[in-house]
């Protein structure tokens, strides 16, 4: 493929795959005003260099939670990657690794935890959970993604229900084909639905921090009080694939950076 900027890799997916497949990676939640506006606020990103300071060695890595990466650049969870790549997460799995990032595992992922953790080895996966009504499974998603080699856990806060994404919708895309499946709920030869858990609390937060050592980041943060509350179990990262707003360029969001609170410590990967 000619090309390596994010721009020349889109389009080389949006040639390569399944318009339908193309969408559900593309799209977001609604009319995508917050996808839009995630773009946007990274445009105006830049950087403010100092020189004649010596640049001989440079250095962009970091460690998050105890997980080193060469880049404060992390590959979010997604689901099924079989519907890109016959390898599906094993393929996304070597790739972070030979970026030197981490990749955090979806839940939904159509490659079993186990064997995308096994596909690079060496590697520290983050593994994306969501909490089940059923705590008992849970504890054993919880068990298995500790058994893989998963560093921490990315704990999706943000979906009491699935988000409405109109460019699915217009495909009529609503599950995968019936050769893949969501490997990580198979029991057996039954696979289990994800249930999405409207009455989801911060009691059931505390109830996994029982279960587990790990380190826990809650994805879907958007208010500043939960943000305080969140800084007790890791940290906050924020999407747009479930909900539309509020945008990156908030002012509340911003309240949530260390000095805008008396206990605004949480860290925040990227």
Known sequence: MKGRS???IEAAARERLEPAH????????GDEVTVRANEAAFGRLSLLPKVLRGAGKLETGVTLLGSRAAVPVLVAPTAFH???DPEGERATARAAAAAETIMIVSMAAAVAVEDVAA??????PWFQLYIQPDLAFTETLVRRA???GCTALVVTVDSP???????????GFHDLPGHLRCENLRVGDRVRPIVMWPELSWEHLGRLREMT???IVLKGVTHPADARLAVRLAGVVRGGGAHERPRPDDPHLHQH?????HDHAAREPA
């Open 6 to 8: 994010l721009r020349d």
């Open 22 to 29: 193309y969408d559900y990676f593309a799209g977001g939640a």
């Open 82 to 84: 079989r519907l890109a």
């Open 119 to 124: 596909a690079a080895p060496g590697a520290e």
């Open 146 to 148: 500790e058994a893989a």
């Open 161 to 171: 229900a699935l988000g409405l994404r109109e460019r699915e919708l217009r495909h």
């Open 213 to 215: 050592s790990l380190p």
């Open 257 to 261: 950076r260390p000095g805008a609170g």
